[in-house]
Every structure is written in C-alpha cells, then in structure tokens.
C-alpha cells in the first residue's frame, strides 16, 4: 500500500537533451472514466539503462507514442514495472488487482482493456493500436501467490531486457552467427549485455559454437568479469588486443558511434556482422556512412518475437516460445542464486519524483553502478 501525493505527477524529458527534466502533473490521475475504461495506480517500477535507450530511439522506434504529452519538446518515458487497478469501468477489470506491464513514469495511467482474460488483457487505447504489440499486454498477478519484492523486482528489472537478450541469442543461432567465431559485446556490464552473453554460453542444444566477448568501461571491468559469463572482457581501450582476423560478430549495445568505428575498422576484413540493439550512450549517436564492413543493422526484438511465438516452421507458438524463454530464465535465476544476488544485481528502493530524477539522471550520464537494480515510485513511500 502507499501514502497518497499531494499533486500525482510525471516525469517528463526534453526529447533532444535527455538531461533536462520537468515534473508535470499526471493527467491520468483524476480524468474522468469512459465507458470500458480502467484507471491504474503505478506501484512501482524498474528504471535502468535501457530506459535511456528507450528515450534514445524515441523517435524512430516510436518510444515516445506510449504516452503522449501533448508536447513536441517534451517525452515521458516508458518503465516496466507493477500497478493496482484502483478504478473500473471495464469488465473483467475489478479495482484492488494487481498488473505487471509497460507504464509511465508516473503515478497513474488510464487504459482501455481488450480481450480480458484471467491472464491479464491489452491496452486497446487508440492512440498504441500502431505500436509494438508485445509492449501492449498487461499481465494479472496472481492474487493467491505471494511475490516477495526480490521476485517482483528481478522481474520488472531483468525479464524485459532477458527476453530482449534471449531473442538476440536466437536471432545470431537462427543465421549460424554469420559465420563468426565470436561474438563480441559492448556495454557489457549491462543487464541486456550479460543476459545475452548468459544465452550464448549456455545453449539448450550443447555448447556454444561461439567465444562470447564483453568491452566495458573501465570502471566496470571488476564487476563484469565477476558475472563469469563471458569468455574474456575488456576495457574500450583495449580492442586493440583482440586478434583481427577472427571472424566477429558486434553486439553493440552502447550506441556509440566512435566505439562502433573502433569495431569496424578492427575487424575491418572478418566483421560478419554488426547489430544495433541499445543507446546507453545517447548522446554519442551518429552516423554510420563510412565504416568499413557491413552496414550496422538495428535489431527489433518485437519483430523476432512475432516469428517465434507464431506457428511452425518459423515459429514456436505462444507456449513453445515462453517454455524456451522460461528455461533460459532458470538458468540466470540459478546464477544468481547460487551467489546470493550478489554480484548479479543488488536492488535499491527509491520513493518520490526528486529520487526518481536523481536515479535517472545517474544512468543519463553514466554514473549509475552496473551492480545496482532501482526499483522507484512517484509515490512518496510505500508502508
């Protein structure tokens, strides 16, 4: 249960410098009903570097379409994380259930439900009939299992950005890794990163035919070797000491446009291939004319999903496809566990919009640290 707001509110960020932020009030907070309609009270969410990335590709992934703000300046980014139906007027949608899904950083949002099932439903809302479908679901948490906060948060935290890895690693599988030998990472301490690296080390069908290589700041290489899940990592710096003439594959997940060159021209020659997913370094984005060996290619996950959750022979089916999924999840919940959270992930609790901004602010400029999970409310705190 949480303490009410004074003024329920969101954060809002400046489209073209994600650094500027403003509170705004929440206008899902006390609008009235139509009719079908439910309003959600956000409990709590996870924010990570993803969430830049997010902001990052707003534009040309639509990120920004979710939650409109009326605004042409102005973006209100997307979280996962768990909300209380505490308003009704849709059937099957009954005030006191609790969800799990995509939501504002806010304190409220306002959705129309469709096809309702005990499962959950869709947010049926006109203005995300366009957008990525998966993004659209919100999943019922199931009223009779208790979920202590260290599940609930590796969920929002983690199976997101797992599943996002999980599709990576049978995307490269899926096309033979291009021929590669290794499959190298950038932003490697981050949550996607060693997911994605955890997927290519431990295939269900035997060993990965692939080395699986990490590049990571230098502040960070402790913490990423730690992980055990790669193969060998490496500061930036460093690219230098990897041999050029094996044939790679680049996962890059940071965004920079100077560190892909780096790549590039390493590998000029043996770069089977090169993938686009993260923008965790949002503000070094640019250009990709002139690099030497393939043209980087943005990786879209929802697209890969709809392959395989459909019928064979591409796809698995719905249940084929979350049976893979869950498997993988096992193993990264029986790493974890077996080093008692630790030094996977350690997760932090933060209440109220001025500890919201401050943590998003940390992972805008890179200050974040890598072993930390923020799970945040708007709401002031939870007792």
Request: net charge neutral; with cysteine.
């Amino acid at each position: 249960m949480t303490t009410t707001l004074d003024e329920p509110v969101r954060l809002l960020v400046h489209r073209h410098n994600l650094r500027n932020t403003c509170i705004a009030a929440d206008p899902d907070a006390q609008r009235a009903l139509a009719a079908g309609q439910a309003r959600l009270r956000i409990d709590s969410f996870a924010l990570t570097a993803n969430n830049v990335t997010y902001a990052a590709f707003g534009e040309a992934m639509k990120y920004w379409s979710f939650f409109p703000t009326g605004s042409e300046s102005l973006g209100c980014i997307p979280v996962w994380g768990f909300a209380t139906v505490v308003e009704s007027a849709s059937l099957g949608v009954a005030p006191g259930q609790r969800c799990f899904g995509f939501w504002p950083m806010g304190s409220h949002l306002v959705v129309q439900p469709q096809a309702v099932d005990t499962r959950g439903f869709i947010d049926g809302s006109a203005h995300r009939a366009s957008l990525p479908a998966p993004y659209n679901r919100v999943q019922f948490c199931a009223a009779d299992t208790p979920r202590p906060d260290q599940h609930e948060a590796r969920q929002a935290l983690l199976r997101p950005l797992f599943t996002t890895a999980f599709l990576i690693d049978d995307f490269l599988a899926e096309h033979d890794f291009f021929g590669a030998q290794q499959v190298l990472l950038s932003s490697a301490s981050s949550k996607t990163a060693y997911g994605t690296a955890l997927c290519l080390a431990g295939r269900q069908d035997g060993p990965s035919p692939v080395s699986v290589v990490g590049l990571t700041a230098g502040m960070n290489l402790a913490f990423t070797r730690s992980l055990g899940c790669y193969d060998h990592v490496l500061a930036y710096d460093d690219l230098h000491a990897l041999d050029p003439r094996v044939p790679t594959v680049y996962i890059d997940l940071s965004g920079s446009a100077a560190q892909r060159r780096s790549v590039h021209e390493h590998f000029a020659g043996t770069l089977s291939y090169s993938c686009t997913v993260g923008g965790t370094h949002w503000d070094a984005l640019d250009s990709d004319l002139g690099l030497p060996g393939p043209r980087p290619t943005a990786f879209f996950a929802p697209g890969q999903l709809r392959k395989r959750t459909g019928p064979p022979p591409q796809g698995w089916g719905p249940e084929g496809f979350q049976q893979r999924v869950q498997a993988a999840w096992a193993r990264l919940m029986r790493a974890m566990d077996a080093c008692g959270g630790s030094p996977w992930l350690e997760v932090r609790q933060g209440h109220g919009a001025a500890a919201v901004r401050q943590v998003y602010l940390s992972l805008v400029e890179g200050r974040a640290d890598p072993r930390a999970g923020h799970m945040l409310s708007m709401w002031d705190q939870r007792v």
